[in-house]
């Protein structure tokens, strides 16, 4: 392995930059302990592009999130100077990025995901009839942002309104999407040509949602995993999450989202293609339950990549 020469991508141009480096100092850390030959590379500089392109690597480790880096822009990249690289391919990292579209591909496949309204910039739009759909309690999101940035739950036709306008300040379409009340649960996947669901984490936090303060702040969260769920309902969660992973064409790595209701109704939210790697993320939780550390975690994203 110390034969393996990482390119460590971190960094980028998104609205997730400092998480993005927070994930890398996690990554880094387990990658060495692995025995890899690590460098970190930030493709916002220039400079670091060059090193990345002119190599010498083996493989890149992605730890980018949002936009220029979980939404298949780097993956094109790498496709083109024939770096092998960590998680999903250019198609299904767009895809998964865009949770307008990925709200399709759930419904494809049979995936229950909650009833929504998508909006572009620039086009009308009517409060009035969204909430006649949807109701007065929504959930107002980005389209291709990630990490819960932009997200709001309101109540009220003024409420929803403004949240569409604040969430147009970050990005170009905006998606709002019926509210609905139960456990907040989130499965990663990993795996190549066969997958696997790691234990489910039930996801309480602190404030009213998980919000980016919840995912990425001390204290913000409480993960319990594996989610004090029955066996049946366990069964029934992770096995959405490996159709979902499936439904977007993901490969290596994946972390599913969710909503369960009291009655048991699971409704999928998104799904992420490249999962954090800070000290508070999710998926080294899920693979610790699982009996994997996270150094053997990071040499299993590296085996499925150079698979």
Known sequence: MSECRVALLAGGKSGEREVSLASAEGAREALEEAGYTVTQLDPADKEDLKRLIDGPFDVAFLCLHGKYGEDGTVQGLLET???????????????????????????????????SVPLQKGDSYDVDSIVEKLGTHCV?????????????????????????????????????????????????????????????????????????????????SQHLCPAPLSDETTRMVQELAVRAHRALSCEGVSRSDFILEEDGSCWTLETNTIPGMTGTSLLPDAARAAGISFPELCTRLIGYALS
């Open 81 to 115: 100077i024939g770096l092998p690289y960590i998680g999903s391919g250019v198609w299904s990292s767009a895809l998964a990025m865009d949770k307008v579209k990925s709200k399709l591909y759930y419904e494809q496949a049979g995936i229950l995901t909650p009833p």
């Open 140 to 220: 107002v999101k980005p389209g291709t942002e990630g990490s819960a940035l932009g997200v709001f739950i309101v109540e009220g036709a003024a409420a929803i309104g403004e949240a569409i306008e604040k969430a147009f300040d970050i990005d170009s379409e905006v998606l709002v999407e019926r509210y609905i009340k139960g456990k907040e649960l989130t499965v990663a996947v990993i795996g190549d040509a066969e997958v696997e669901a790691l234990p489910i984490i039930e996801i309480v936090p602190k404030s009213d949602f998980y919000d980016f303060e919840s995912k990425y702040a001390p204290g913000g």
